[in-house]
């Protein structure tokens, strides 16, 4: 499957694009949307807890969150903001931009798996390739490549605290980036333990566990709502065509 971090970095590519200020909260909201269908893992996550029963836990995941619907209901609430908030006048932009962060997202999603593009409405699964990336691999790569997808986050947390500490002027999210920074080499060890573990015999299902277990405690708020808040200038001032300039 698509890497959290590639989702979050294919945001920052193409809100690069974007270069004009007074569409500054569009980069912000391309870079958003592009990761938040994943928040749908929380519930994934609690399933499994309640229920023990991965196969439940996995049906939610690719669903709602990265359907039409979301997108449209995101536009709709984006527009009735903007439309009843003088001072909100940028959040039909905002969410346009948002929406066209998550279809990225499930267009990449859709390359590399199913995706249930009209949940809630139906549940139906459909694909662009019909590739099943979980039958490429052997159990051994299947788990290293999950431990990496869980580690991948890591290059957006990494890129936000370059341009925060060399590019940007803002003291209070150059402080949030640095913690940031120390995150990362935390998660840089775990995830370096679970690749190591990848290799012996523990099944897929509790290697999967103990990947998502730690990505959702700690990676999933910060990727879909912390970083995206806290570091929300340093996004909208963000420039891959100016990172060496």
Known sequence: ??????????GLIIASFIRKDKYKKAKWGVVWGSIIPDIDILASIIIYLFTGDLNSATFVHRSVTHGFFAMGLVVLIGFTISRTRTDFRWAFLFSLAFAFGILTHTFYDLLDWEVAIFAPFTYTRYSLTGFDYSMLFGETSFKVWNALDGMSDIIFYLTLWFWATHKANNSIETNFA???LIISFISIAYFGVMIVLAFTDISVEMHLILVYAYWGLIHLPLSTVIVQIKMRETIQDFSFLNIRG
């Open 1 to 10: 499957m698509t890497m959290g971090g590639l989702h979050l970095l294919s």
């Open 178 to 180: 640095k913690k940031l």
